[in-house]
């Protein structure tokens, strides 16, 4: 853990920073788009039901 420690240099500390700087940034910019795949991903998964079938669901009950 030390000697990785030790061999962190200052550029290789800069790189990391704008590494993370950059991701967040893509990640903030391209939210809407991020948001709009995975409610997608859950209707693939999980469909909503359709009117008429809350509506035989109702009716059974």
């Known amino acids: ?15 990391l920073a704008l590494l993370i700087a950059v991701s967040g940034g893509l990640i903030v910019l391209f939210k809407p788009l991020l948001l709009g795949c995975a409610r997608a991903a859950v209707l693939v998964v999980k469909p909503k039901m359709t009117r008429e079938q809350r509506r035989q669901l109702a009716t059974r009950s």
Not at 1 to 15: G, H, P, R, V
């Open 1 to 15: 853990m030390i000697s990785a420690l030790q061999d962190f240099s200052l550029f290789t500390a800069i790189k």
